[in-house]
């Protein structure tokens, strides 16, 4: 499975386990595509509600049955309109029903779509138009249509689909219908049936590049029905089971949870962060997909509860989460499964079950007169809640444990489809991204070198499975920069593994930083537009799996000079401690800092598509310049990152602290 070889009866096991939970749901294994697999849930699962959208008016409730007719109708309608196989067709909308029937009526016309959210910057749409040979459109509106309306003439767009019922603009040279204009020639029209290879390509995801260009990932029929197939070893849903869908249903981790979780029969019902609290209350969903900023705002939600509470409550809330944080540790250690000590010996496995069983009781009152009723805000009903697209901090995968919702925490990459490694709920080991789902290997090797390493040292993590992508569109040297002779796609980031096969990451090799809300940073373009402020000689944007950006900042300290002799004041970067005279500054000092900051926020709004998530929230100004000498540079004078955060890792931490 990997460079790393846990022992033979452990992989029975877990191969024992996941084979018994596979065998619970729909078998897949015969079919090609996801357009294969609607007609076939709809002959199953028939009268089971499929997509539902209560924040609409009328609100939408879609069953199965309907679900195919209208993924069948859409395609149809684009067939009559001249859509033919291996087509490009971008989807530019966001999360509803409409999309998804969008999305698959593409596939079964034999089309491939380019997808991203209707809310993107204009150019960065306008490019992947170009960028996919798109001849058709399907948008969110006629806002999102007429946002690009004045560059489709340069481009070889015929058609225009919007997903609303708005009618259409009169007199236009492009050919535009609404969705119930194209259902209606569906209707009328017979459908000419595709025949799917495996191999052909399904759709296009656009992720960033190290240029600030987004890259096409091309991913196959085959890439998407592996996750379908073997996302089953991970959750094993019931039909009829709800699950509540919050993140873009466009990004390839909601978008695989979706395939997967509609072709075992589940409703899936759709939510905003404005409604989300309300909408696990009142739909009282079995599983949700999200990233951890979501947990990480369900936790601080709760702790703001807790401290609205009299002062002797929250004494003994406290109280029972410490006992109960002692607990689950001790559980962990019993049981094989505490990072911290994975080598714990048979007498510090039952010395650790021993504490546990005495420290049961108060656990058990946390549970009648506090844990439950945290429980009740999701709904109550929650089987499982997955976790992804980011780094979990441990004391929210502590609070979830210890109140009793299982949460699975997941890896990947939209260039694996995205599903690589995931905790199972028979080894749920916290702390980690879980083993490989069936058919992934995992390699961890040196990242200077590329040589395997052994187990628990850390390295650059590859990856290498059924979920690979082909390449990146029209970019074979991206591609095999990304993707070695052998298979192996280099994922960028840094981790290790335990004896049996768990992934634990630990940071990023590669330039992209991911925030907890799961959105992906690309830093060079940010930073170059900060090197635009005469004050900032050199910066290295920090924030993995954070709220938000940070920096670290090397000064250019004769700018800087100049402007505190300017303002009177003098520069002592030595002698903070030395007040002799008022005139001495540091660069920790107020004005310094607000300085920075208004620099920071200048350069960083002025930058061409300049988004909420690019703006940089704390820095540290540091001393030491980032060179070829201090090992802080390569060669051709880049940066290297992750020796960078290594060497600064107590002040990042500080910073986000």
């Known amino acids: 499975m990997s460079n790393i070889q846990p022992t033979s009866s452990f992989l029975s096991k877990i191969a024992k386990q996941e084979t018994q939970a596979l065998q619970r749901l729909v078998d897949y294994t015969n079919t090609n595509s996801l357009p294969e697999i609607w007609p076939l849930v709809a002959e199953r699962f028939g009268n089971i509600v499929a997509l539902h959208n209560p924040h609409t008016t009328p609100e939408v409730v879609i069953t199965y049955t309907q679900l195919a007719k209208q993924i069948q109708q859409f395609a149809t309608g684009l067939q009559a309109l001249g859509i033919k196989e291996g087509d490009r067709i971008s989807l530019i909308a966001d999360n509803s029903p409409r999309w998804f029937i969008a999305d698959q009526g593409i596939m079964t016309a034999g089309a491939i779509d380019a997808v991203r959210s209707s809310q993107a910057e204009k150019e960065e749409l306008l490019f992947i138009v170009a960028n996919s040979g798109s001849t058709a459109l399907v948008v969110e509106d006629l806002k999102t249509f007429s946002r690009l309306r004045d560059r489709l003439d340069d481009l070889p767009v015929t058609l225009v689909i919007i997903l609303s019922d708005e009618a259409p603009p009169q007199a236009e040279t492009i050919k535009v219908l609404n969705y119930s204009q194209l259902i209606e020639i569906g209707a009328s029209n017979t459908l000419v049936k595709v025949e799917h290879n495996p191999n052909t390509l399904a759709t296009l995801i656009y992720t960033s590049g190290t240029t600030g260009k987004p890259k096409g990932v091309m991913l196959s029929h085959s890439n998407l029905m592996h996750q379908v197939r073997a996302l089953g070893a991970v959750i094993q849903p019931e039909p009829g089971e709800s699950v509540l869908s919050i993140l873009p249903t466009w990004h390839s981790y909601e978008r695989s949870g979706e395939y997967f979780l509609l072709s075992q029969g589940c409703t899936q019902v759709y939510t905003n962060l404005r409604s989300v609290k309300r909408d696990l209350r009142e739909f009282k969903p079995h599983y949700m997909i999200a990233v951890p900023r979501l947990w990480e705002s369900i936790y601080e939600g709760v702790q703001k509860q807790f401290r609205e509470q009299p002062a002797k409550k929250q004494r003994l809330i406290n109280f029972l989460l410490s006992n109960s944080e002692k607990y689950i540790q001790n559980q962990r250690i019993a049981q094989g499964l505490y990072l911290d000590n994975l080598n714990s010996s048979a007498v510090e496995r039952l010395t650790a079950s021993i504490k546990a069983t005495a420290l049961y009781p108060l656990h058990a009152l946390g549970e009648r007169l506090v844990y439950a009723k945290v429980r009740e805000a999701t709904g109550g009903q929650i089987k499982y809640v997955i976790s992804g697209g980011g780094a979990l901090p441990r004391h929210i995968d502590n609070f979830f444990e210890i109140v009793g919702v299982e949460l699975l925490q997941g890896y990947g990459l939209t260039e694996t489809s995205p599903v690589t490694n995931a905790r199972r709920p028979w080894r749920n080991f916290r702390g980690s991204s879980g083993q490989p789902i069936p058919g992934t290997e995992v390699k ?214």
């Open 444 to 657: 961890i090797v040196d990242p200077e070198t590329r040589k395997p390493l052994p187990a628990g040292e850390r390295g650059l993590v590859l990856l290498k499975g059924p979920q690979v992508m082909q390449g990146y569109y029209h970019n074979p040297e991206a591609t095999a920069k990304a993707i070695d002779p052998e298979g192996w796609f280099d994922s960028g980031d840094l981790g290790w593994v335990t004896p049996e096969n768990d992934l634990v990451l630990t940071g990023r090799a590669k330039d992209t930083i991911v925030l907890s809300n799961g959105e992906n940073i690309e830093p060079q373009p940010i930073e170059d537009a900060c090197l635009r402020s005469p004050y900032i000689d050199q910066i290295m944007l920090v924030g993995q799996d954070q709220r938000s950006l940070g920096a670290l900042i090397v000064p250019n300290l004769e700018a800087l000079e100049k402007w505190a002799e300017s303002q009177n004041l003098k520069l002592s970067l030595q002698d903070k401690d030395d007040s002799s005279s008022s005139q001495k500054i540091d660069l920790e000092s107020k004005i310094i800092q607000d300085l920075f900051r208004q620099e920071l926020n200048r350069e960083v709004k002025n930058r061409p598509g300049y988004r909420a998530d690019d703006r940089i929230g704390p820095f540290k100004l540091i001393l030491e310049s980032f060179s070829i000498e201090n090992g802080l540079m390569t060669q051709t004078l880049k940066i290297r990152r992750h020796i960078v955060t290594e060497r600064y890792h107590d002040i990042i931490n500080g910073m986000f602290a």
